[in-house]
């Protein structure tokens, strides 16, 4: 009785003890799992900063005015050319000739006539 | 002896029995004993006692990080980069004359000389050999194997956007600490605001969000430079404010640096004349002396003022510079800023009453912002008649150009005085702060007086058509050994759009400008700061979102300015 006992209790003490290491063993891969993460985030965030700087200073005005200055052909806008939803109507030119009734759609004026 | 003496009291049956009782007593013993471990066991294995036990402490470990700067719009204006910096322990080198020779190798720009003298100093156990360096710098020295020799890595303040806002971002040293600017604030009286911002969780922080819109402020950069070179001024500068808000949208000192270089000491010139230099600002503060004269009822729009002879106050005689030698109503004394009518208006408010006024709208104090380099006013000893009556057209008492403008942007702004912030800061925060200075009904009357000096006065040039543009001019002759120049001037233009309902308040301010052909030898504000004032409206404006209104004139103007860019054209 007493041996069976103990027997049970053998095996009992090994199948836990096996439990328990392997546990451990796998808790210790995640932690080594999480530290790796835990650096790759880091790393990341340092290269988000790093490219939102280069993003910065690509995009600083100074550099863009420069190139467009050379490579467009485009001016500086003027108060004049800045025109109210509701007076577009009157500001189409006569050519060339819009012909509402061919194209079948008015893509444009649904979407003022969404503003409005 | 014990055995024998328990043989002796007890029968030999219950002996047996004796025996198993005391090993089950210590079977209980045991098992409860293990039963305490295993509990404890268990306890200690699923709830893991959390380290610090003193928060305090644990606080002061991590290093507080140091905030991104980034403009109204989320444009990154200073930010944290990581590089290595390397450094030497002298004791360990064993080939000093190897070591020295392969560093400079390496690194063309290290000196041998001092490089050498350096790591030969006595009893020096650490040595920076040079900090900040590229990432294949710093492999190239650690891969030449020098015992001693290693880098540590560390943080690097840099500015992306170069020039641009320097003086009011500022700088730090090379230990990353500010040393001027909102970076100085950030380490000093800003220090709880820059706490608030950390994430200690993540150890990371929320950036410093500024008031400053980067592109306007490029706009005020570009147009203040090149009327800085084609005026062939000293210096010059632009401020862009927020009427309802106080919030400074771009603030530029010409010349300025560039923060990104790592020698920063800067000259004179460089400082940031706006908020780090007094200035006589002239005739735009006539402007404060016609609201004040407004605000005590001593005059109205319609007040007349004798102009024909000048203005006799001790030894001192005060004259116009567009003399019209009339009598000029109130707005023409504005539209033409006639000095003996403005001194007059003054004279009539009485010496006590305008020193009251001028500290009620903050002129006498410092003017204290998170930009921590800040001049205080320089005043006269003694407020005299002639003290007041030249204050009264802006000579004679100097202040931060900023302040000038802070003063007239709350005069036109309904009357409310708001505390300028480089900080970003909504209408409400704006609202909490803000306290009356002069009625409504008066900063309706400096709006109206404000257009029409535009409309048919001295800054008839600053008019954008569509913006409603208002403003003030100022030429302020310099003090030159102790004597108001004739040729040395301070020309400033202060305005707002749109005047109707105004909501932007712009400085511009060219130092010692000259006369070219196009201004038919004038040198006044009239023709260099105003028409810089323009430029900036023009370019700004669509970008603030401001709708332009054109009236029946200005179509017909526009009409006209089309028909002569054709001909030309």
Redesign the interface.
Known sequence: MVKVFNALLVMGLLVSAFFLYSLEHSTRGLERQIAKMKTGVSNQ??SI??L??????L????RL?KLAEDRLKLK?????Q?V?VADLSSKIPDHPVVKLDDQGTDPIGDILAKMQ | MMENKAELHTPKGSEKLRGQNRIRLLGILFSASFFAIAVQLGQLTLKPKVAPANPELAAHETPIPRP?IIDRNG???A????VASLFADPRKIIDMDEAVESLTATMPDLDSKALRQKLMAPGRAFVWLKRQVSPEERDAVYNLGIPGVGYVNERKR?Y?????AAHTIGYVDVDTKGIAGIEKFLDDQGALYTASLTEPETS?SAPAQLAMD??I???VT?EVAKAVIKFRAKAGGGIVMDTETGEILAMASLPDYNPNSDDKRLTSDQQNKLTSGVYELGSVIKAVTFAMAFDYGTATLTSKYDTRSNLIIGNARISDFHAQRRILTVPEVFTNSSNIGTAKMALQVGVENHVEFLRRVGLLDRLITEVPESAKPLLPKHWSKLASVTAAFGHGFAVQPLQGLSVVSDLINGGMAIPPTFLKRTKEEADVLAHRIVKPETSEKMRYLFRLNVEEGTASKAD????RVGGKTGTAEKVVNGRYSKEKSLATFIGAFPMDHPKYAIFVMLDEPHATPETYGFATAGWNAVPTASKII??I??LLGV??V?TAEDLVK?EKQAKAAKKNG
């Open positions: 965030r340092e900063k790093l939102n700087a280069e993003w910065s200073s995009t600083r005005p100074e005015q500086a806008i003027t108060a004049s800045i109210s | 991104d444009v990154v204006m930010t944290d980069i990581a840099v992306p956007l170069g020039r641009l990371t980067t592109r402020q490029h706009a570009d954008v058509l569509g913006y023009e370019r404006a669509p709708t332009p054109f526009l």
